[in-house]
């Protein structure tokens, strides 16, 4: 019994010399456990952004404009310079006015305008400048405003499609935003 009692002390030595070897490398490899020793953190900084398109040129062409009456009866308009379409830069129009329609038309209330856009071309800016043809969806942009032709009278309403509201998706995809206002 006495040589059983040194085998099972040897034993279990050898079983406390195996875990403190073992704790011990563990604690020198660097494995944090959690609650055990001190915590390192770091810092994560999430920025968001709104992120405008960098454009060097957003040229538009337009092929039709009308207005809707509050009877619902739309009227086409011809572009002053009497060509079937207009092509333009948005961007060369900064605090520019373009003259887009000067038309005689019926007098009465007007609740809309309505833009056929038949192209867009974006030129984003950079290193290497990309040239990217843009749609509309669903080709035309609806301008909502209120505003009274009076019989030989001048209304004269001014639409602002500014460069810094214009979206465009991932998918190319041009969605204009417009502010009208009638010019007194």
Do not use: C
């Not at 509050?70 to 006015?97: H, K, M, R």
């Amino acid at each position: 019994m006495v040589n059983g009692g040194k085998r099972v002390g040897f034993y279990a030595a050898g079983g406390v010399m195996v875990a403190v070897l073992i704790i011990a490398g563990v604690f020198l490899s660097g494995v944090q456990f959690p609650g055990i020793g001190g915590v390192e953190s770091g810092i994560l900084v999430v920025l968001l952004k709104d992120a405008p398109a960098n454009l060097s040129s957003l040229y538009v062409t337009i092929d039709s404009f009308s207005v809707q009456s509050t009877e619902e009866a739309w009227v086409n308009i011809p572009f002053s310079n009497g060509e079937s379409e207009v092509y333009f830069d948005l961007l060369a129009l900064y605090d520019v006015t373009m003259e887009l329609a000067d038309a005689k038309i019926p007098a009465g209330d007007y609740t809309k305008m309505r833009m056929t856009i038949k192209s867009a071309e974006a030129t984003f800016a950079g290193e290497k400048p990309l040239v990217v043809d843009l749609t509309v969806p669903p080709g035309h942009v609806d301008i909502i405003i209120h505003f009274e032709v009076k019989a030989d009278d001048v209304t004269t309403v001014l639409i602002d499609m500014d460069a810094d509201w214009v979206a465009i998706s991932k998918n190319y995809h041009l969605r204009p935003v417009f502010k009208a206002a009638v010019a007194s």
